[in-house]
């Protein structure tokens, strides 16, 4: 089994997060989740191609934060929903357009097979 090292984590899980489970993070408003997802993407990134679907941050953002691997970062934008400008940012291969759980599970799992993805 592949396991994923993320150096803030080490003293908590020092075998990593096995690839092919699915990881809660939650917490109260600024806990620091959002700082927890992107340094596990950076982990990811490292590596692998990665799934970042943006619902809390604006797509720009995340670029921006993840920029060292823009060329494995691809991002499902569920933030701009209800922009009905929808400025497409780069690394932008789809986005939500309802909220609908079927159409969520269904852009995530044909973007994983395109891109060869390791992280969501």
Do not use: H, W
């Amino acid at each position: 089994m592949d396991f994923l090292k993320c150096q803030v984590l080490e003293d908590l899980l020092p075998t990593g997060f096995p690839f092919g489970y699915l990881i809660l993070i939650r917490g109260d408003l600024g806990m620091g989740k959002t700082l927890l997802v992107k340094l596990l993407a950076r982990s990811v990134l490292s590596y692998y191609p990665l799934i970042y679907v943006s619902f809390d941050d604006n797509p720009e953002s995340v670029v921006n934060d993840l920029k060292d691997f823009s060329n494995r970062l691809f991002i499902i934008d569920g933030f701009s929903l209800s922009d009905q400008r929808r400025v497409k940012a780069s690394n932008v291969i789809d986005m939500i357009t309802e909220l609908d759980p079927g159409q969520l599970i269904s852009k995530v799992t044909q973007a994983v097979y395109s891109r060869s993805a390791r992280g969501l």
